[in-house]
T-cell receptor, first 112, second 114 residues
Framework: QKEVEQDPGPLSVPEGAIVSLNCTYSNSAFQYFMWYRQYSRKGPELLMYTYSSGNKEDGRFTAQVDKSSKYISLFIRDSQPSDSATYLCAMSGSGGYQKVTFGTGTKLQVIP | DGGITQSPKYLFRKEGQNVTLSCEQNLNHDAMYWYRQDPGQGLRLIYYSQIVNDFQKGDIAEGYSVSREKKESFPLTVTSAQKNPTAFYLC?????????????FGPGTRLTVL
């Protein structure tokens, strides 16, 4: 079993839809939870991160962490064609050097 | 502009050849990383370096080697011992490694073995 599981998609939605992307994990030591966006043939870029449980909002993006269920989500409101990309969840522990463990990524396509 | 550069963007290698992928950063970051990305596998850590002249193996270091002689540079050599080197290689850097330290990624090098 992988430490981080993510549905690869592809996920296709119409412009303006609310998108929900999810990851599950098995390592209870994870404390930092990140979402990266990767456009085709480019390097990933950090969208947002949260520490421990709770919600975090940044514009049209909301990240949620439920540590009791070992489940994290990224919601995108009013999705735009420019949101079409692969979204990678990533997690790490805290204290000293902590390896970042990445999900496999979910490919999202927003149809105009 | 500060950032991370990787070269070349595309690289073709014959079986049995060693190749070196370049990674340079001007962000004044202490830590640098090499990842490999394959379809359906996510990013896997090859090597990382927290400081100049020091580096550690990641999860899939076999068949790879690195050096960190300068803070700005972290080249990766893919040796002939790497059994399946065709992949997308990503270099990253971060200010530090303790707590949360955002990793900034380069644009990647796509290596194809012919």
């Amino acid at each position: 079993q992988k430490e981080v599981e993510q549905d690869p998609g592809p996920l296709s939605v119409p412009e303006g839809a609310i998108v929900s992307l999810n990851c599950t994990y098995s390592n209870s030591a994870f404390q930092y939870f990140m979402w990266y966006r990767q456009y085709s043939r480019k390097g990933p870029e950090l969208l947002m991160y949260t520490y421990s449980s709770g919600n975090k909002e940044d514009g049209r993006f909301t990240a949620q962490v439920d540590k009791s269920s070992k489940y994290i989500s990224l919601f995108i409101r009013d999705s735009q064609p420019s949101d079409s990309a692969t979204y990678l969840c990533a997690m790490s522990g805290s204290g000293g050097y902590q390896k970042v463990t990445f999900g496999t990524g979910t490919k999202l396509q927003v149809i105009p | 502009d500060g950032g991370i550069t990787q070269s070349p963007k595309y690289l073709f290698r014959k079986e049995g050849q060693n190749v070196t992928l370049s990674c340079e950063q001007n962000l004044n970051h202490d830590a640098m990383y090499w990842y490999r990305q394959d379809p359906g596998q996510g990013l896997r850590l090859i090597y990382y370096s927290q400081i100049v002249n020091d580096f550690q193996k990641g999860d899939i270091a076999e068949g790879y080697s690195v050096s960190r002689e300068k803070k700005e540079s972290f080249p990766l050599t893919v040796t002939s011992a790497q059994k399946n080197p065709t992949a997308f290689y990503l270099c990253a850097s971060s200010k530090g490694t303790g707590g949360f330290s955002e990793q900034f990624f380069g644009p990647g090098t796509r290596l194809t073995v012919l």
